[in-house]
């Protein structure tokens, strides 16, 4: 700023402060409230009717075109204003002498209020801006406030003196003070402010200008006040621009946290904004859902309505009612309070009610409630504007009954009391109100005492003897805010003058002035145990810490009633004693204040339109519940799952599988473990009878593969009964086809072998190809691996896994995928063909000799088969809902198949092998008819070039055998005899015995040329090899 801005500055201030100085009327506007009335009004936040100074009267006076100064000047205009008649209605200079200035003349206390300030010298000089005075609504300044005002003054002095001489926290520095009294209205506290800036001009850009050079005026380092939100509101605007830093002890606005604003503003008390979410905490802690608000008509009230709101909404707690406070009492009249109190009514099931506002206003509110007589109507939940107020509760008490308010919590400032009852008029000269407050007090006249609105009415003279005392002096309790704030700035100075002036006694030229913005770093900093004995430091937005008190009014004997201490809340965490509250005589339990009662469980709501907080209940049908993210909606509950009791949550349902330990699974086990047993035993006699012929007769190799079939079959039930998880699902899917794929692989393979021979027989003696045991089993390999194949790419294709299946809405089934679509198929479509091609071979040779009746066996084995899995299907499918069932159908299904090729093909041989060993000879298995004749010897040459007639290995007849033939006849081949000169004799010898033989066709040798006589002999005899 240039020199002549500065100089143009400071003589508009010091213009504007002569006005002030001048100016002592009264407010025309303003309504007349009763000067009876004592409050002790914090948080004063509505600005008064307020002008400008008429700037273009200054630029004229000093000869500055105005267009300069409006875009060069630094100050804001909106931070100077003053409660005169509105400028649009001066038509004349801004100190033309007007009619209203006349009628001030001719009042009787026309230099009311009288402008004193308090001063300490000091080598630092702190303002200090108290409310001395109540706020009038017919006065500048109304009667002296005692506790609030001359006590917060006086607990300022006495902190200075345990600094400057007890503590003695700066070396060969003394703190002085200069307080002036803003009458708790903020017009009046900003012109108050201006002598706080007249010493410091010269903190504008570092430099100093001597404002007069006759007076030396000190320069203000920083200042302790304003007690009301607005005024320091409007202070902290003027210090701004001056680098002033400023530590208020009663302004709780959450604005005033704004440091892009208010960047040198500082207080010892905490944010209405922790107030706030206490209060939040208690309503909750309550179990309140449906209240009112009342809030002050102020930024105090609003910025905490606003703040009240948001936090409510997130709790989910609706507001029923939403009314203003209007501020100043003077201006609402009863039937203002009345109005408010029946919108309240209206909603009776809002029984709690936050009232965020100051004192006088709430006394209004109380005493409508008792006109109405509505005590019992509402509770009610505080802030500290009117916590613990006498104003507020004598004569209101059944209204304010049961009232939970919270207050900054504060200790007493240790040593005050007694030095604050220990003050006199003779011994405290230095307070220049204290006889104002001595007159208000003993309610007396001092004599001498200029004459004022107050004390005209006092008969009696003070006598001098009076003694202020425990029994007649209320004290604040939140004193230790002042003392907190003073002890704050000794500290930041104490802190720099040893940075700055390296600890020598006395000020160094660094700070002669001490630059404001430096002392505000330190101030942000400071650390300290103040004289209550708290520790004290300013939070991240320069605000004191949050620490409040919970207070509860209530009887404490029948009809009487106190102010008491049930809980806390200590940096966001709230403590309140339920025990201890009691919301009206008898009744300890919080009265309910909720629009609509909570649905029942297994209810949502319907909401009555235009109310966001009130409801109808239905009830959600038997498989919902209500929606957890919606509570005006039910939802379904997935498959799987049922509601609960309540139906508030969706509980899975037990998954059902054949566990091994039901009776189910023991009883197919055990099927199955007998079978195992069985056919360990069959295997076990036919390893140690392999070499005997009826062991070689049923075809050893195929004997074994049979076996392993049967066995696996058994085994497949154990896969079935145990819990299903995708590897056993895998083997399920794998063992159930795959065992039944080697079981009938095998008996195909017979069956195909029996009729190939037979049916070769009937058209030709040559012998028929692929009957060998090698041969057998590699038809039995290539039939088994078809599918191998099919279940391979199955499982590729779509891999088994295990899965929940819901066939009802009450059925939660733990099965393999191919139980649920049946693709079970796929696994038994190979198996069944095998089994109906089987079962036709079966069935063509069923007219085979008797000698070889093991195709009879097959027959029935397949026949017993088809009965036993045609009546297995309709009982699988029709018990799809009977998990335990259906599995143990299947299991014994499996078994039963495998028991019945078990006892049918290997039972008769079992029983010529065990029981009847004798028979356990070749002779023994072909028929009787042929075995008891006496035996015939024929003797069939055999060319010499010719090779012996050959066998199959293994099972079949040797070669040194081949001369026995199978219906018990010998034929004695010779060795070089000439075949065709015995040809003729041979079919003679046959032509008797042709109708006996008639069924067979005649053996054949392979290394031999015979007539078709020689084959229907040799026929026999190679079916029986063959077998």
């Known amino acids: 700023m240039r020199r002549g801005q500065t100089w143009l500055g400071t003589a508009t201030l010091l213009l504007i402060l002569q006005h002030s100085e001048m100016k002592h009327g009264t407010h025309v506007e303003e309504l007349q409230l009763n000067p009876t009335i004592r409050h002790h009004h914090r948080h004063r936040h509505k600005a008064e009717s307020t002008i400008e100074p008429p700037l273009d009267y200054i630029f004229d006076r000093f000869n500055v075109p105005i267009d300069g100064y409006r875009e060069k000047t630094l100050f804001d205009r909106n931070i100077i204003s003053y409660d005169i008649v509105a400028l649009e209605e001066r038509q ?5 002498t007007s009619k209203e200035w006349a009628e001030l003349k001719e009042k009787k206390h026309q230099h009311w209020p009288i402008k004193r300030e308090a001063v300490i010298e000091g080598d630092l000089v702190l303002g200090g801006l108290m409310m001395v005075h109540e706020r009038s609504d017919n006065m500048t300044c109304g009667p002296v406030m005692p506790q609030g ?9 006495y902190t200075l003196d345990i600094i400057n001489n007890k503590l003695k926290l700066i070396p060969g520095v003394k703190i002085g003070a200069h307080i002036l009294d803003d009458c708790d209205r903020d017009t009046y506290g900003l012109e108050m402010a201006v002598d706080f800036i007249k010493g410091s001009i010269s903190n504008i850009d570092d430099a100093e200008y001597a404002c007069n050079a006759t007076a030396v005026r000190k320069v203000i380092s ?12 409007q202070v902290a605007n003027l210090l701004r621009l001056f680098k002033i830093p400023q530590v208020s002890f009663f302004s709780t606005s959450p604005e005033l946290s704004n440091k ?7 207080r010892t008390i905490p944010s209405d904004m922790h107030q706030v979410r206490a209060m939040v905490k208690i309503v909750i802690k309550l179990g309140w859902s449906y209240v009112s608000i009342i809030y002050e008509e102020s930024s105090y009230g609003i910025k905490a309505f606003e703040e009240l709101e948001a936090l409510l909404a997130r709790h989910g707690i609706c507001i029923a009612v939403k009314e203003k406070l209007v501020k100043d009492s003077g201006v609402a009249t009863e039937a203002a309070y009345d109005e408010i109190v029946q919108k309240l009514l209206t909603k009776p099931r809002a029984r709690g009610a936050i009232i965020f506002g100051s004192d006088q206003e709430v006394a209004g509110v109380m005493r409508a409630v008792e006109r109405l007589n509505a005590t019992g109507a509402f509770s009610w939940v505080g802030s500290d504007g009117w916590s613990a107020r006498a104003l507020v509760s004598d004569g209101n008490e059944r209204a304010v009954e049961g009232t939970i308010s919270v207050q900054p919590q504060a200790n007493d400032v240790r040593g005050f009391k007694e030095y604050f009852l220990g003050l006199n008029v003779k011994n405290n000269t230095r307070n220049p109100w204290f006889v104002e407050f001595w007159e208000d007090h003993f309610q007396c006249r001092y004599p001498g005492s200029p004459r004022t609105p107050y004390n005209g009415h006092y008969k009696r003279a003070c006598s001098g003897v009076e003694r202020l005392a425990d029994n007649n002096t209320e004290f604040e309790g939140q004193l230790q805010f002042v003392s907190d704030a003073v002890m704050a700035f000794a500290y930041a100075i104490r802190d720099m003058h040893g940075e700055v002036c390296g600890g020598r006694p006395g000020l160094c030229e660094a700070m002669r002035p001490a630059s404001g913005a430096d002392l505000l770093r330190y101030l942000r900093k400071v650390n300290f145990t103040g004289l209550s004995g708290d520790e004290f430091r300013f939070d991240a937005n320069g605000d004191g810490p949050a620490r409040y008190n919970i207070l509860h009014f209530k009887q404490v004997s029948r009809g009487v009633y106190h102010w008491v201490k049930v809980g806390q809340y200590l940096d966001t965490e709230l403590q309140l004693h339920l025990d201890a509250i009691q919301f009206k005589w008898g009744e300890r339990r919080p009265p309910e204040s909720v629009c609509s009662a909570e649905c029942e469980l297994g209810q949502a709501k319907q909401y009555v339109e235009g109310e966001s907080c009130c409801w109808h209940c239905f009830n959600c049908t038997q498989y919902e519940i209500r929606s957890p993210e919606l509570e005006t909606a039910c939802q379904v509950c997935p498959w799987g799952t049922l509601p609960d009791v309540s139906k508030t949550h969706c509980r899975p349902i037990p998954e059902a599988y054949l566990r091994p330990d039901s009776a189910w699974a023991i009883g197919a086990m055990s099927f199955s473990s007998v079978g195992i047993l069985l056919t360990a035993f069959v295997c076990g006699v036919w390893v140690r009878h392999s070499s005997t012929p009826v062991v070689r007769a049923s075809g050893r190799e195929l004997s074994y593969v049979l076996l392993a079939g ?24 794998f063992g159930t086809g795959f ?12 069956t195909n072998r029996i009729s190939r021979i037979f049916n070769a027989s009937k058209h030709s003696a040559k012998r028929p190809i692929l009957i060998s045991p090698s041969s057998q089993l590699a038809i039995c390999s290539a039939l088994v691996s078809i599918q191998v194949l099919i279940v391979v790419v199955w499982m590729i294709v779509a891999p088994a896994r295990a899965m929940f299946h819901y066939p009802t809405r009450e059925d939660n089934m733990l099965v393999c995928d191919s139980y649920v679509d049946a693709s079970y198929t796929i696994a038994f479509f190979y198996p069944v063909v095998l089994i109906v091609v089987c079962t036709v071979y079966a069935v063509l040779t069923r007219k085979i000799p008797e000698a070889f009746n093991e195709s009879k066996h097959i027959g029935f084995t397949m026949y017993t088969t088809c009965v036993i899995w045609l009546a297995f299907v309709p009982l699988y499918f029709g018990t799809a809902s009977h998990v335990p069932l259906r599995i143990t159908s299947m299991a014994v299904t499996i078994s039963l198949s495998a028991s019945v090729t078990l006892v049918c093909l290997f039972s008769p041989k079992l029983y010529i092998i065990l029981i009847r060993p004798e028979r356990n000879v070749r002779q023994s298995i072909m028929p009787v008819r042929y075995s008891h004749k006496p035996p015939t010897t024929l003797t069939l040459p055999h060319p010499a070039n010719r090779k012996p007639p050959c066998a199959d290995k293994g099972t079949q007849t040797d070669p040194a055998e081949f001369n026995k033939l199978a219906n018990g006849q010998t034929i004695l081949a010779k060795d070089g005899g000439d075949v065709q000169e015995e040809k003729k004799d041979v079919s003679e010898k046959l032509k008797d015995k042709s109708e006996k033989i008639k069924d067979y066709d005649g053996v054949k040798c392979n290394s031999a040329k015979v007539s078709r006589e020689d084959k229907k002999v040799r026929a026999p005899s190679e079916k029986l090899e063959g077998l």
Not at 739 to 750: G, H, I, P, Q, S
């Open 739 to 750: 065992c039944f794929t080697v079981v009938y692989a095998a008996l195909l393979t017979k």
């Open 710 to 733: 049967i066995l696996m079959c058994y085994l497949v039930t154990f896969a079935l009964v145990f819990r299903p998880t995708d590897i056993l699902c895998s083997i399920q899917r």
């Open 92 to 96: 004349n200079d801004w100190f033309n």
């Open 260 to 266: 892009a604003r208010f960047e040198y503003f500082t």
């Open 222 to 233: 920083g200042v302790v006040g304003a007690a009301s939100s607005v005024t320091s509101v």
């Open 149 to 157: 005002g001359v006590q917060a003054l006086e607990t300022m002095l």
